[in-house]
C-alpha cells in the first residue's frame, strides 16, 4: 500500500480551533460499513445506536501540561514537549531550538524549572532535574497544554479542561484520546440507564500520533510506541459481553489499538500492560472491538489507516468526501464517526 492511497482534500477552514460550548453539541456521523450507507446525525443521537448489553470501553489517560519553553544555558531559545515521564526527577521529551543540546547542557524551563539534558534515548532527549517536586508537580504548575500542530493558537485556561475527558484519571498522555472529548456526565448517565455496560483501559497517547506517514510503502513505516495498560477486569467485561451477545465499542482508535494489541499474543484478549507499537492497517484482522466512536484524522497517518481497516479504505474515503461537502469540523475539538459495525471482509486491502 502507498501512503499517497491514504490522502485527501482538507479545506483549513474545517480545522477546529476550540471546543463548542457544549462537549454534546458535535456532530455524528454514522457509517455502516456492512450496508455502505452513511446518515447525518448529531451526537445527542448516540443513544438510539447502541444497545442495551452493548459494552463502551473508553480511555482513562489524562493530558498533563507537556509544554514548556525556555533556554539554554547559552541563552538559546527552546521548545520542550514532554513525550514520557520515567520517574519523579527524569522525563524523555522533544525539544525544538536552533541547535539540539548536548549531553551536560543546563537548561531553564518556564524561568523556574532548572533541569539537565543528560542523554539522548534514541530519538527523544533525557531530562532530569533535582528539586524537591516531581516532574508531574513542576509541569502542573508551570506547563501549557500541548495542543495539537494543526490547532494554530496558543493554550488558554479553557484548554486545561475542554482538552480533556470528564472521565481522564491517569496523568501521562500528551495528547487526548479525541472521540472522549464528546461525552459529559450527563450523556454518560443517559447510557448507563440505557443499559449499555461501560469499561476503561489506560493508553498514553504520545506526540506521534499526529505524525504523517513519510515513507511512500506504507509497510516501511515504523509505528511509535505508546504505554497500554488493559487489567484482569476489563477482560471480563469484554467475556461478559460477548457471552450476552452484545457489541465491544471502542470509543477511539486509541481503545481500538490498545485492546487489539492485548489479543496479539493469541487472538483472545488477555490481561496487558507494556508498550506497543501495533500498526492497524487495512487486511488487520480483528479480534475485539466490534464498532467504534472516532473523531476525523489527518490525512495519511496512521489513525486514518485504522480507521479504513475497520470500515474499509474505499468507503471510509467516501465517508471523508461526504464529511468535507457537508462541513463537519475536524481533528481533535472536531465532529465524530460512529462505526456501527466494523467491515467484516475487503476482498482487495490493497486496492
Known sequence: ???????????????????????????????????????????????????????????NTRVFPARLFGQKQSGGKIEVLVERLIDDHTLWAHIRSSKSPKPGTRLLLQDQIECEMVERAGEFFVLRQHSECSWLELLQQHGHMPLPPYIERSDDAEDRERYQTVFAEKPGAVAAPTAGLHFDQDMLQTLRQQGIEMAHLTLHVGAGTFQPVRVDEVENHRMHAEMVEVNVSVCEQVAATRARGGRVIAIGTTVVRSLEAAAQASGQLQPFHGDTRLFITPGFQFNVVDAMLTNFHLPRSTLLMLVSAFAGKQFTLEAYRHAVEQHYRFFSYGDAMLIRNRIQSEPDASQ
Open 1 to 59: 500500500m502507498k501512503a499517497s492511497e491514504f490522502d485527501y482534500q482538507l479545506p483549513a477552514s474545517l480545522i477546529a480551533q476550540k471546543p463548542l460550548q457544549q462537549r454534546r453539541a458535535s456532530r455524528l456521523l454514522l457509517l455502516d460499513p456492512q450496508q455502505q450507507s452513511m446518515y447525518d446525525q448529531q451526537f445527542t443521537d448516540l443513544p438510539q445506536w447502541v444497545q442495551p448489553g452493548d459494552l463502551m470501553v473508553f480511555n
